[in-house]
């Protein structure tokens, strides 16, 4: 059974997945720039990109989860 590309709860998982993977992107972006300019607050930047992974891995897995249990 194929998924409807207009299903309300697809759309929204996409959307918290894309939301998910910029906020890492842009996290991953500010440590790799504070790194290279030895700034103390790598440290704590740092615990937030591994935050948003948590947030990307786990709203990976529920767009997953949900369109394996629709197929």
């Known amino acids: 059974m194929a ?3 207009y299903e309300p709860e697809l759309a929204k998982r996409q959307k918290a997945f894309q939301i998910a993977s910029k ?8 440590n790799v ?3 290279h300019q030895g700034k103390v ?5 740092f615990g937030n990109a ?9 709203t990976g897995r ?3 989860d ?3 249990q629709k197929k």
């Not at 591994?50 to 786990?58: G, I, P, Q, V």
């Open 50 to 58: 591994l935050e948003a992974l948590r947030d990307y891995e786990h």
């Open 33 to 35: 720039s504070l790194a």
């Open 66 to 68: 949900w369109i394996a």
């Open 3 to 5: 998924i409807d590309p």
């Open 23 to 30: 906020q890492l992107n842009e996290l991953l972006n500010l």
């Open 41 to 45: 607050e790598f440290i704590e930047k």
């Open 62 to 64: 529920e767009l997953s």
